[in-house]
């Protein structure tokens, strides 16, 4: 599975888009990319997938670039409920690595 | 509801004290999988299973033991724990075929 680069810790004023990016430019074309959040020290829990569109649910959107190599989660209207550590995952066979992931602070 | 369970959610124990941590789902997934999570260093798999009778080691297996007699359980089982397996320990499931995985809340194990 390809390796994943988030920046380590963002910040995002209460009500704006999180915007939180993540680059796996050695993704080969069959894997996936994922997202997970982790708040305080409860189960990941899922937030949205996708392999080359872009895509959209009730959380979340995902932007993948067209050569496959960065994608962006946005929230688009970040409360503090969504203060989290946020795991970006490239899966191409079984299993999940999860990398230290992006600590994002939602400010009042 | 749909959910993963795991009992005990925490737990204190003395070095070579066997233990069992239990984790059960209720959605019929055939893939379920054993994390632990340690400061600076992630969630690291253990161990998994892709269905009844079928398991297979993940990243860390050492020092730990699984079974998979039914498919809702997935019971993790440490025969000599050792201080260097405090950790938090997750379970998860989810359908084959669909990578949203359900986690459980989490056990805390402290092993002195």
């Known amino acids: 599975d390809a390796k994943t680069t988030q920046p380590p810790s963002m910040d995002c004023a209460e009500g704006r888009a999180a915007n939180l990016p993540c680059n796996h430019s050695?993704?080969?074309?069959?894997?996936?990319v994922y997202w997970y959040r982790q708040i305080h020290s409860q189960g990941p829990q899922y937030i949205i997938h996708?392999?080359?569109n872009n895509e959209t649910n009730e959380m979340a959107s995902l932007i993948i670039t067209e050569d496959r190599k960065s994608s962006t989660l946005i929230l688009p209207h970040a409360t503090l409920r969504d203060t989290a550590v946020y795991y970006c995952?490239?899966?191409?066979?079984?299993?999940?690595?999860f990398g230290p992931g992006t600590r994002l602070s939602v400010l009042p | 509801e749909a959910q993963v369970t795991q009992n005990p959610r925490y737990l204190i124990t003395v070095t070579g004290k066997k233990l069992t941590v239990t984790c059960s789902q209720n959605?019929?997934?055939?893939?379920m999988s054993w994390y632990r999570q340690d400061p600076g260093l992630g969630l690291r798999q253990i161990y998994y299973?892709?269905?009844?009778?079928?398991?297979d080691k993940g990243d860390v297996p050492e020092g730990y033991k699984v079974s998979r007699k039914e498919k809702r359980n997935f019971p993790l089982i440490l025969e000599s724990p050792s201080p260097n397996q405090t950790s938090l320990y997750f379970c998860?499931?989810?359908?084959?075929?669909?990578?949203?995985?359900?986690f459980g809340p989490g056990t805390r194990l402290t092993v002195t």
């Open positions: 998860a499931s989810r359908p084959t075929g669909d990578y949203e995985q359900y």
């Open positions: 050695t993704i080969s074309g069959n894997e996936y």
């Open positions: 996708g392999l080359k």
């Open positions: 995952i490239v899966l191409g066979g079984q299993n999940f690595v």
């Open positions: 959605m019929n997934h055939e893939y």
């Open positions: 299973s892709m269905n009844v009778e079928v398991t």
